[in-house]
């Protein structure tokens, strides 16, 4: 894995630096540990990524090559039509700088000087000339998928923050998002070499009021000098403090031994003149 991690980030992509700004992926992670959020943007040291999943990104390009037809085409997908969306994929000469990782849409946040930025999966356009922020996802269960679960708030700040970002360029946008969420199916006899996918669209009205607030604690947090506290939640911290407390354990109990042993052993005594002749002698009598 560490061709995907360098763990001494050069000083001029934190906080302060030339090249930091805050992504999407960032404002998550401050929500979900300020000090993981902390230690990544002001120290310079991330967490380890996880491991890349091809496989939804073979999906995600996939989708986007499909709707870029009907982009094209100004017309609607068949997807949106079996869903009753009045919408079509936004056309606009920037979209491609929207949706590539490290560019996505940015704005300068005049408040805070944060450079925020985005990377939008895709962006529908209805006939009341709203934006609809739409985010493909890929998994493989035996149920339904639906947003339902904690660890989907992710996915819903998503949205959010990408509504937020548009609104912030002048656009109007519909607090109506859509999820494109690909099931891949387990279902089938054989795998014959390829993967089916059920693709569904589920409906989710955005609320971008947090952003803002998010952003004040945010220039709060890096502008102290102090670290934030351990998050409970965190596994990641969980984990440095266990670990922290192992070592420390076993660097005390080594000490503790040296320092036995030092007390065990006999100290050594100054020899008189006719020991230490008679230590010389004895091997050769």
Known sequence: MSQYYKPNRNPGWNYGGPNWKLSRSKISLFLDCPRCFYIDNKLGVARPPGFPFNLNSAVDHLLKKEFDVHRDGGTAHPLMEAYGIKAIPFKHKDIDIWRENFKGVQHLHSKTNFLISGAVDDIWINDKEELHIVDYKATSKDTEVNLDADWQDGYRRQIDIYQWLLRQKGFKVSN??????????????????????NVKIIPY????????????KIKECLDDSRIPACTKT?????YVTALGDVLRENVKASIDVKKTLAEAKPKKTRKTKV????????PFL
Not at 179 to 196: I, P, S, T, W
Not at 234 to 238: A, L, R, T
Request: contains cysteine; hydrophobic residues 30%; aromatic residues 14%.
């Open 205 to 216: 009205e955005g609320n971008d009021d947090w952003v803002e607030k998010t952003l004040d």
């Open 234 to 238: 965190c596994d990641y911290c969980n």
């Open 176 to 197: 109506t998002g859509y999820f494109v969420y690909a099931n891949g199916l387990r279902d089938k006899k054989a795998f014959d070499g390829k993967l089916e996918f």
């Open 275 to 282: 020991e230490e002749i008679d230590a010389q002698t004895l």
